[in-house]
Every structure is written in structure tokens, then in C-alpha cells.
T-cell receptor, first 115, second 112 residues
Framework: DGGITQSPKYLFRKEGQNVTLSCEQN?????MYWYRQDPGQGLRLIYY???????QKGDIAEGYSVSREKKESFPLTVTSAQKNPTAFYLC??????????????FGSGTRLTVV | DQQVKQNSPSLSVQEGRISILNCDYT??????FLWYKKYPAEGPTFLIS?????DKNEDGRFTVFLNKSAKHLSLHIVPSQPGDSAVYFC???????????FGQGTRLTINP
């Protein structure tokens, strides 16, 4: 079955360290996205990529970096510059020109905690 | 600037009654709207959507209403069931754009 996989499910990081969250999809989707969920703030877009080797900043890109070297993979690095990194991170992918039930698929998320 | 707003953080409804979740938006360029359901520690799953050329869309117990003049949409769930207890997100997109803009979410609790 096709799907989108995020790993790890739980991640702990010491202050000052960079950490990379993995996101892999085998849906042959062109676009991939990273969202962050905080209580009371919904889902906020961090970065997105519509094609390989290209990506754009979302609404809250500061302190994050991404790469899109392969269609299937869109890893997110949370750098030490991110002032409040503790959150639930969601990766999603979508097929071009489809926004309905067949368009957007989410992973199951990674909860990052800074200790 | 919050372009999609869900002003009720939580809603509690008795089992079997109707649940009504509301969503307001400010960007008149939005032309497609979606509702997602999310359980704790899981990713959101698609529930129902509506295009701006329609004012109503039904799928089983779920109906979405769109009022473009008021820039308001609502999700009706009837009858409400315990399994409906989750966080519901409203999302919108601009024509030609693939990315979605989400609201803050409303936590729905169905009481037996």
C-alpha cells in the first residue's frame, strides 16, 4: 500500500543541537510539505516543495531547513536557531492539481521535545 | 495574519445530536475548502470538501455549507457518534495553488 512515513514518532533533543526529521512517500506525489502543530494555533506551514531540487519557505521557516534531492524524500532539519522547537511536526504530500480526498495525504507525525 | 479562523477551540455535543463546527476566512481568492479530522498523535485525515461554485456538499452524516458572501463555512455532523470525538481542521486554498491554509482547529467531544 502507498503511504507517507514519518520517523521517528518521538524525538528528544538537547538545546543547541540540530535534529533531522524524516519524511518518505511512495505515492509518486510531486509536492511535499512540512507543517507544525501547536496547541491553539492549528497547522502552520514551514516549507513546501513542488518538484525535486526546489522548495519554498512557508509561514514559519525561520530556524528550519529542508532538502528535496529525491521525489520520495523531504527531510526537515530543526536547527539550534529555532527558538521554540518543541511541537508536533506533520509531513504531507499531494498530487498536482488535486486538492480533494485524493490530493493531500498526511503522515502520522513526529513529536519533538527539547530537553 | 490568520486567513482561516476557527473561533471555537472546543465543542461538546451529546451523542445522537447535531454537531456544528464553524470556520471563517478572509481571503476572497480561496476557491476550495476542506475539513480534516485529527486524532491525537496521528496525522489529519480528509473528511469532506467543497468548491466555491457550490454552497452545499453532503457525504453520509457529514454536510458542509459554504456562504461566500459571509466568507463562512460550517460542518454539520448528524447524528453525532462517540467516534467523532477528535480535532477538526478547516482548510482552504487559492485557485492554482496546491498548498492549504489551515485554521486553528476545534476539539469536538461527543458525550454519551
Amino acid at each position: 500500500d502507498g503511504g507517507i512515513t514519518q520517523s521517528p514518532k518521538y524525538l528528544f533533543r538537547k538545546e543547541g543541537q540540530n535534529v533531522t526529521l524524516s519524511c518518505e512517500q511512495n505515492l509518486n506525489h510531486d509536492a511535499m510539505y512540512w507543517y507544525r502543530q501547536d496547541p491553539g494555533q492549528g497547522l502552520r506551514l514551514i516549507y513546501y516543495s513542488q518538484i525535486v531540487n526546489d522548495f519554498q519557505k512557508g509561514d514559519i521557516a525561520e530556524g528550519y531547513s529542508v532538502s528535496r534531492e529525491k521525489k520520495e524524500s523531504f527531510p526537515l532539519t530543526v536547527t539550534s536557531a529555532q527558538k521554540n522547537p518543541t511541537a508536533f511536526y506533520l509531513c504531507a504530500s499531494s498530487i498536482a492539481r488535486r486538492k480533494d480526498r485524493y490530493g493531500y495525504t498526511f503522515g502520522s507525525g513526529t513529536r519533538l521535545t527539547v530537553v | 495574519d490568520q486567513q482561516v479562523k476557527q473561533n471555537s477551540p472546543s465543542l461538546s455535543v451529546q451523542e445522537g445530536r447535531i454537531s456544528i463546527l464553524n470556520c471563517d476566512y478572509t481571503n476572497s481568492m480561496f476557491d476550495y475548502f476542506l475539513w480534516y479530522k485529527k486524532y491525537p498523535a496521528e496525522g489529519p485525515t480528509f473528511l469532506i470538501s467543497i468548491s466555491s461554485i457550490k454552497d452545499k456538499n453532503e457525504d453520509g452524516r457529514f454536510t458542509v455549507f459554504l456562504n461566500k458572501s459571509a466568507k463562512h463555512l460550517s460542518l454539520h455532523i448528524v447524528p453525532s457518534q462517540p467516534g467523532d470525538s477528535a480535532v477538526y481542521f478547516c482548510a482552504a486554498s487559492v485557485q492554482g495553488a496546491q498548498k492549504l491554509v489551515f485554521g486553528q482547529g476545534t476539539r469536538l467531544t461527543i458525550n454519551p
